[in-house]
């Protein structure tokens, strides 16, 4: 399957896609979105044979099997030993193009630009006819917005291989930035003459007469782009096409394919955006507008926390904020989803007591009262003086009816409220029925003694504890 980065273009602003060889992401899975090419699974020239020390027959078939195996680390999230492998290979047959190149893709995903570059380059130097690598040195510029350089190396890969639909394609979407819609059209008209099956190129077709302004040629391209599509492009397409009709001032049919969109892709702040704007264009819709720029403006947050902690992994922050931005949702799903964030917080810093106090009080909101005291002992062993997981505890044992371990907490934490009291009660009679009359009698003299403070306040939720010494409340007569 070839791929695309589908167009999205909103009032002036536009990402266009082309075809790439696969990269592997972050997390090691190759994959498609709307900034990332999807996969082309077929090359189109063999790596040959080169007479360089180490590329014999039978070093070339071993270096071809590392890479084998440095592709399947990949693909399964191991991009270290994915990399450790491609050198391997390399050491293996120096004159293995396809290793250079294999390598250039992975240290490309990784950000290492410049070396990412040289890998490229060598492999063109050893296979100066693979239209292939030259075509993804091209992609490596056109990502990177260097488009005179992507042009040039698109051109070259078609005098190698003019058979070759993908860079004619790519130097289609290089036309279309140069805003030269004649050569882009005449580039994507010959890549699906080459490949009538190559969906990106029609897509980027319709993009193209978009950008061009001839909406009504870019709404029939649209239709059969619709009836090719592939399941998990089609929120893409519905997107475009709304876009199209947006421009038209067809509003009603631009929000029903936004909504379209919406619906095969809940979690895309674009999608959102582009029908909320839609929405301020029409009459009566301000309180539609209004839902949807609050759903935008939440998974713009998400989208900005997924990045932070893509790029700072060990920095609970990141995943104690979007654990709050998920419990601002309602829902069973919303909650599982803050657990897990509070958990990974935990996992990221476990020396950290305030991680552990902010997932037990977590915990305590949604009535896992175990739970909670696990997570404050957890805190207390990072910091025994923790007045706040102190408390908590008491309340998380008062609401298990435990109420000699909340009795015996709240004694250390100064608290005075109702809650308390009602502790120190409830547990002098738990011992005067288990005959322990004089302890039952101490803990019954402090709950008369907290009730006959004045406008004893109602707990409301978790106490903290104040800062003075509890003996002072023992002391009173």
């Avoid at 950290?352 to 062993?381: H, M, P, W």
Wanted: one cysteine or more; aromatic letters at 8%; a negative charge.
């Amino acid at each position: 399957m070839r791929g695309s980065i589908w167009g999205i273009l909103f009032l002036g602003a536009s990402l266009i896609g082309c075809g790439s060889e696969s990269t592997p992401s972050s997390d090691g899975e190759t994959s498609s979105t709307n900034t990332e090419p999807a996969i082309q699974t077929a090359e189109r020239t063999e790596p040959r044979l080169l007479s360089i020390g180490g590329s014999d027959a039978e070093s070339l078939s071993r270096s071809n099997q590392h890479i084998e195996e440095a592709l399947a680390e990949i693909k399964a999230g191991q991009l270290r030993e994915g990399l450790q492998r491609m050198n391997l290979a390399i050491a293996t047959a120096p004159g293995n193009s396809k290793a250079f190149y294999e390598r250039g893709k992975l240290l490309d995903a990784l950000g290492q630009t410049s070396s990412a570059i040289a890998d490229y380059s060598v492999a063109i130097q050893l296979d100066p006819t693979n239209a292939v690598y030259v075509n993804q040195l091209g992609y490596h510029y056109l990502k990177r917005n260097v488009l005179q350089l992507a042009k040039v190396q698109f051109t070259r890969a078609i005098n190698i291989d003019p058979d070759y639909a993908v860079p004619h394609n790519n130097r289609a979407l290089v036309h279309i930035t140069e805003k030269k819609f004649d050569a882009a059209l005449a580039d994507l008209e010959t890549a699906l003459k080459l490949d009538p099956e190559y969906f990106d190129a029609l897509n980027n077709k319709g993009f193209a007469y978009y950008q061009a302004e001839q909406y009504d040629k870019a709404l029939g391209v649209y239709e059969e782009v619709l009836k090719r599509a592939p399941q998990e492009n089609q929120a893409n397409v519905y997107n475009n096409r709304g876009l199209v009709y947006y421009h038209k001032r067809d509003f009603e049919n631009a929000i029903q394919d936004f909504s379209k969109a919406i619906d095969l892709e809940p979690n895309n702040p674009q999608y959102f955006k582009h029908r909320l704007t839609t929405y301020t264009k029409m009459e009566n819709k301000q309180a539609e507008a209004e839902q949807d720029r609050e759903r935008t403006e939440w998974l713009t947050s998400l989208s900005q926390l997924n990045r932070q902690i893509q790029q700072s992994p060990r920095d609970s922050r990141n995943y104690l904020a979007r654990a709050a931005l998920f419990e601002s949702q309602e829902g069973e799903e919303y909650t599982q989803l803050a657990q897990t964030n509070y958990e990974q917080a935990t996992k990221a810093e476990p020396h950290n007591a305030d991680v552990f106090l902010s997932k037990a009080q977590f915990c305590y909101r949604n009535g896992d009262y175990e739970q909670t005291v696990l997570d404050c002992i957890a805190a207390l062993r990072l910091d025994p003086e923790n007045r706040q997981a102190i408390s908590l505890k008491g309340d998380a044992h008062y609401h298990l009816n435990q109420f000699a371990e909340a009795s015996q907490t709240y004694t250390t934490t100064g608290r005075v409220d109702e809650q308390v009291a009602v502790s120190y009660e409830k547990y002098a009679a738990e011992l005067k029925a288990a005959g322990q009359s004089a302890e039952a009698k101490i803990w019954q003299e402090k709950a008369v003694q907290l009730s006959n403070i004045e406008n004893l306040p109602e707990p409301t939720g978790p106490q903290s504890a104040p800062a003075f010494d509890p003996s002072a409340i023992e002391g009173k007569k």
